[in-house]
């Protein structure tokens, strides 16, 4: 039996990870769950699985949910804030946490289950993004295993079991090409939130569709992978694959290219970091090529996604230039959400924010938290600029 602690136990990854443990009662034990805002789920969440502590965001979300508990037969503890996801993250008797609180949010707690030596199923990107050297090094002397849930990561990571590193030639990430992928420059000037949250193939939350249409989330991804498998920049790719039945390859020295497929359902790599190196049966839907038929693959056209050209500058940059990357996006993001700025104007707010950032070496994580604050002062000022002159 495996116990485990969720960080955003009610976000869209959080949701698929409890239904792997649900059909998997005898191998796996929910301890903990963190969440935001979204309290109704969470009671229903702490009413199946009785975990031991919960955590959201503040007192007052802390609050009313121990008012909506106190019917309810749970000797669930409540905690909030910065300390209880600390909390929750480094619970004794937890095996694996979960991290798939998105954003910046997530690095801390993730680099606290890391200090109290938990393995890490890795949902949240940004961890590895803002903090790729520390968190390696941390993992390393901790003994722990870093195992990747992003379909592209876990897929890799599957490519590579078996072969030795050495031999790597490319590690290739495929892009599904998000909505805009077949638009012209001048029609993504009109485009919507609603247009930006229409993904072709996955079903993900708000922050992460709207990076998958700007193609963001693929830059990120690539410095992700980097860190994870201990890969020069130069040696990531990226492919363009409309069916996102590849989720990615690894091409070694001899030209054999070893890809990983399935059909677009997070709940398979959620499954294979679980239960590594075993196999789940029955997770995820078969893959039936034959009703699938074509297969389809383009090169990304860096000049309508600056996005993913940017994040490749970043990492070549190093030290804290991910960091502001990441800082300046989500900053962009959450005023395109608010409808303050325009889908074209992201790269934009990003790109004058790196511009402006001159790295270093972060030599800890306060570093690494000094540079992302950094990066968010620097791009509401931008936005402001832009909004001002729209």
């Not at 009413?47 to 009313?64: G, H, K, T």
């Not at 979960?98 to 990107?125: H, Q, R």
């Amino acid at each position: 039996m495996k116990n485990i602690a969720i960080l955003g136990s009610t976000g869209s990854i959080g949701v698929s990870s409890l239904d792997v443990i649900v059909k998997n009662p005898t191998r796996y034990k929910v301890l903990a769950l963190s969440a935001g805002k979204n309290l109704k789920l969470l009671k229903e969440q702490i009413d199946r699985f009785n975990p031991e502590i919960v955590s959201v965001l503040n007192q007052d979300y802390a609050d009313q949910l121990i008012d909506m508990l106190k019917h309810s037969p749970s000797a669930t503890k409540v905690v909030w804030g910065e300390e209880g996801y600390r909390e929750v993250a480094s619970l004794n008797g937890v095996h694996m946490v979960i991290s798939a609180i998105v954003g910046a949010a997530g690095l801390l707690p993730t680099i606290e289950a890391i200090d109290a030596g938990k393995d890490i199923a890795l949902a949240n990107k940004e961890t590895m993004v803002m903090a790729g050297r520390l968190v390696v090094e941390k993992a390393k002397t901790k003994g722990i295993d870093i195992l990747p849930v992003d379909s592209e990561h876990g897929a890799i990571f599957q490519c590579l079991v078996g072969h030795n590193r050495k031999d790597i030639k490319k590690i290739i990430l495929t892009a599904s090409g998000g909505p805009f992928f077949k638009m012209s420059q001048e029609e993504m000037k009109n485009v919507t939130l609603d247009d930006a949250l229409k993904h072709p193939n996955w079903d993900m939350g708000t922050k992460i569709t709207i990076d998958s249409a700007s193609m963001m989330n693929k830059g990120l991804e690539v410095i992700e992978a980097k860190w994870l498998f201990d890969v020069d920049v130069d040696k990531i790719d990226v492919l363009i694959h409309p069916q996102s039945i590849i989720h990615s390859m690894v091409e070694y020295n001899d030209g054999s290219v070893i890809a990983q497929l399935g059909v677009p359902d997070m709940r398979g790599p959620i499954a294979y970091a679980l239960s590594y190196p075993d196999r789940l049966s029955d997770v995820i839907s078969p893959l039936d090529l034959c009703k699938i038929g074509t297969l389809e693959f383009y090169p990304p056209d860096f000049d309508k996604f600056r996005n993913l050209k940017l994040a490749y500058r970043a990492a070549r940059a190093g030290g804290t230039m991910p960091a502001v990357l990441n800082a300046a996006n989500e900053i962009a993001v959450e005023e395109f959400i608010k409808g303050r700025i325009g889908f074209i104007d992201l790269p934009r707010i990003v790109e004058e924010t790196i511009d402006a950032h001159v790295p270093t070496e972060p030599k800890s994580v306060k570093a690494v938290l000094d540079a992302d604050r950094w990066g968010r002062i620097k791009a509401a000022e931008i936005t402001e600029r832009i909004t001002i002159n729209h």
